[in-house]
Structure formats: structure tokens, C-alpha cells
């Protein structure tokens, strides 16, 4: 079975999304760790991946919206390179752009208070990219 996890990685926050099903995204949970200790969140995703028997990682790639790759984009890449050292799993980067505004947004729509978006909003945002990912993925498996 895949057991596919999505991440959204923040300079101090890392926010997890799982799918068991390879169809629907749920929130896992938002891990703090010292800003820009990016050792420290990978030991966070390994703990996550050897937890949950992780097959494949989609991590969010943020992209400048002319498709430039900029620092966090850079990060990411690198971050990327981390996880695949630590553990044998596929590690896809997804074009995240626009993400986060989409899980504000629906967080917005749903009367979500202020302050609870604040904590919700990286969990949310690892869905909107993990979800995506999926309805790709099976939206080209069926095509």
C-alpha cells in the first residue's frame, strides 16, 4: 500500500497532510522547529515517515509566479535532497503557489476565527498540496 505524505515547509513550521487512500488528503499535523534548523524538521519528517511506513513525500515547491525558483524554492530543493538521504522514499517537489491563500481562503469561508487560521494555516496548506498532487496524479491515470 502507498502511504503518501504532503508537506508544506516554512522557515519555522512544517506542515504535514497524509493520504492512505491515494484519493483524499486529511491533516496530519504543524511541527515547529528552530527557524531555519532544517535538520531538525527532517528528523521531524523521518520520525513522520517511518511512523506512517511513507512511501512517497510531495513536498511544496514554491515558485514565483513567472516560474522562477527563488530562495525558498532553492530550500525546498535542498530539503528534498535531505529526505531522500535520510530515508528511501520518492520525494516529488509540487508547485505550490498559491496554496497557502487557497486554505486561508476556505478557512475564511468556513467562519474559521483569525487566530485558529494562524495555527491551521500550514496543516491546510500540506492538504491544498498534497490534494492536488492526488487529483493529478489520478486525473492522468484515468485520462
Same mark, same amino acid.
Given at each position: 500500500m502507498n502511504i503518501t505524505i504532503g508537506l508544506d515547509l516554512g522557515s519555522k513550521t512544517l506542515g504535514v497532510a497524509i493520504s492512505t487512500?491515494? $484519493?483524499i488528503a486529511s491533516i496530519l499535523d504543524t511541527y515547529r522547529f528552530a527557524e531555519n534548523d532544517y535538520q531538525q524538521a527532517v528528523m521531524i519528517v523521518t520520525k513522520v515517515i517511518d511512523e506512517h511506513q511513507v512511501t512517497h513525500v510531495v513536498l511544496g515547491y514554491p515558485k514565483h509566479m513567472n516560474n522562477d525558483v527563488g530562495i525558498r524554492g532553492k530550500i525546498s530543493e535542498d530539503f528534498k535532497r535531505l529526505?531522500?538521504?535520510?530515508?528511501?522514499?520518492?520525494? $516529488?517537489?509540487?508547485?505550490?503557489?498559491l496554496s497557502t491563500k487557497t486554505a486561508n481562503q476556505a478557512m475564511i469561508k468556513g467562519d474559521v476565527r483569525r487566530h485558529d487560521r494562524k495555527q491551521k494555516k500550514d496543516s491546510l496548506a500540506a492538504v491544498v498540496i498534497l490534494q492536488n498532487y492526488l487529483d493529478h496524479k489520478g486525473a492522468n491515470k484515468h485520462a
Open positions: 487512500s491515494g $484519493i529526505i531522500e538521504l535520510a530515508r528511501p522514499v520518492e520525494v $516529488i517537489l509540487w508547485d505550490e503557489r
